[in-house]
């Protein structure tokens, strides 16, 4: 078998790198309503997914909000932006920030 008819070896073959894993960071302000955590969670989990990162603490001058910050990783910038549009929509959902990161 001559060198020109031979298969090329597997690491001259070009491989694509794989796409970066983003972490997917939700800040998320909200009434100290008892029903609203397993809304938020539920976004999460009828996709499969358990949050990386979830704290939560009453806060305001009588603890009658919540702040909750939460990281998903696995998630596409799409899927992403729409899960925070679904956050808004919540009834005790006052205020959603999002930012991204790499994965560790």
Not at 37 to 55: G, Q, T, Y
Request: net charge negative; with cysteine; aromatic share 6%.
């Amino acid at each position: 078998m001559s060198a020109s008819s031979q298969p090329s070896r597997s690491e001259d073959a070009f491989v694509p790198p794989a796409p970066a894993v983003k972490v997917f960071c939700y800040s998320i302000q909200a009434d100290a309503d008892p029903g609203v955590m397993p809304r938020i969670l539920e976004l999460f989990a009828k996709r499969n997914m358990v949050p990386r990162r979830w704290v939560s603490d009453r806060v305001g001058a009588d603890g009658g909000e919540l702040a909750i910050d939460l990281q998903v990783e696995g998630l596409c910038p799409d899927v992403a932006a729409y899960i925070a549009r679904c956050l808004l929509q919540l009834h005790c959902v006052e205020r959603v920030l999002t930012s991204e990161k790499p994965a560790p």
